[in-house]
């Protein structure tokens, strides 16, 4: 099936929403590789190893979770707002089932050689930040600490999504924001767009029926919350860091990240393995 072309930049974001609610959403084309290698000896694996392959893939990691609230309809106590919560409910071989032959990523975009780059970068960069928050939310003894990881797995969704269906935009609004490094994201994406990302990426999360919790959680406006605190310094640091650390944000970042963890910063380098040496004024 043809996907649609997206909509024009004054589409306005319920155009977007609409249209990102049609299509099939990709997945990394190692994602299918390792499915189909566990879908071989389907019999001897468990819910945790499908679960630990689900959450490298921030685009399947979605629609497992907004299955699963279908799935579950009116029979579900209470949301169901891990990965592992999911596979569990669901079991191995109906997710097996139910995902397979999933279009990937690099089918979707193998004539946009610049947009795949850009979408693997941003893919990688929201797999280093779920590490970040789940590191953290074990040293804050947080009660689930799979929940504050999901959260900064998922938290930049609609930019994932935006280089894989409409890439001429994610590469214009990329090169904006690389010829000047003084303009902010959100600044950049309503001027070219007609609304942040971070909009849609909401208003995807209540259309698709993602779990309340984790809507709060990648939601940058309940920072006040410790939990918030940790995903969005989490994607932070990961967003600073994706090109080396001698990005001139990194400071800051370092400085909440030691006041949230309530650690020095000597033990905070050690956590993430950095030798104090290679960060500039350290």
Known sequence: MLTPPPPSGSAGIAAWLEFFSSVELPVLRQTVRQLDEARGCADRVSSRQISDIVFQDPLLAVRVLAYIQSFGGRHLHRDITTIGGAIMMLGVEPFFREFDNLPTIELTLKTHPIALLG??????????????????????????????????????????????????????????????????????????????????????????????????????????????????????????????????????????IQALLRISHEALLERLQLPAETLPGT
């Open 119 to 256: 979408v693997l970068q941003v893919i990688l960069r929201t797999q280093r930040a779920s590490r970040y928050a789940r590191d953290w939310a074990y040293v804050r003894h947080d009660l689930n600490i799979e929940e504050v990881a999901v959260a900064a797995l998922l938290h930049d969704l609609a930019e994932i999504l935006l280089w894989c269906y409409a890439p001429a935009q994610a590469i214009a609004i990329r090169s904006r924001l690389l010829a000047d490094k003084t303009l902010r994201s959100a600044v950049v994406q309503q001027e070219m767009l007609g609304f942040p990302l971070s909009a849609l990426q909401l208003a995807l999360c209540h259309a698709w029926h993602l779990p309340e919790l984790l809507t709060t959680l990648i939601d940058d406006a309940n920072a006040h919350l410790p939990r918030v605190q940790n995903v969005r310094l989490a994607v932070n640091l990961a967003r600073h860091s994706l090109n080396g650390w001698t990005d001139a944000a990194l400071p800051d970042d370092f400085a909440a």
